[in-house]
């Protein structure tokens, strides 16, 4: 891993419905997570752990689409 960079403003303006949001990106960055994928890697396997991640995004997707259907 790369040394962190410091962001001197760390805040990113959006707009959700509408409404502009101020987040907070200083807290975004999760150092735990090649820990973490070394440990689901070892576990599952690189085809298990790709498996387990399609089935995910395209539950993610098959639920954005209905939800898209319903409004």
Same mark, same amino acid.
């Given at each position: 891993?790369?040394?962190?960079? &410091?962001?001197? /403003?760390?805040?990113?303006? &959006?707009? %959700?419905? +509408? ?5 907070? $990106? @200083? %807290? @975004?960055?999760?150092? $735990?997570?090649? #820990?973490?994928?070394? *440990?689901?890697?070892?576990?599952? +396997? *690189?085809? +298990?752990? #790709? %498996?387990?991640? /399609?089935?995910?995004?395209? #539950?993610?997707?098959?639920? @954005? /689409?209905? @939800?898209?259907? *319903?409004?």
């Amino acid at each position: 891993m790369l040394p962190p960079v &410091i962001d001197p /403003a760390p805040t990113t303006k &959006i707009e %959700r419905d +509408g409404r502009p949001i101020e987040v907070d $990106t @200083s %807290r @975004s960055v999760d150092w $735990t997570s090649p #820990a973490r994928f070394e *440990r689901l890697n070892q576990r599952y +396997g *690189r085809w +298990g752990l #790709a %498996r387990m991640e /399609a089935v995910v995004r395209l #539950a993610d997707i098959w639920c @954005s /689409a209905l @939800s898209e259907e *319903r409004t």
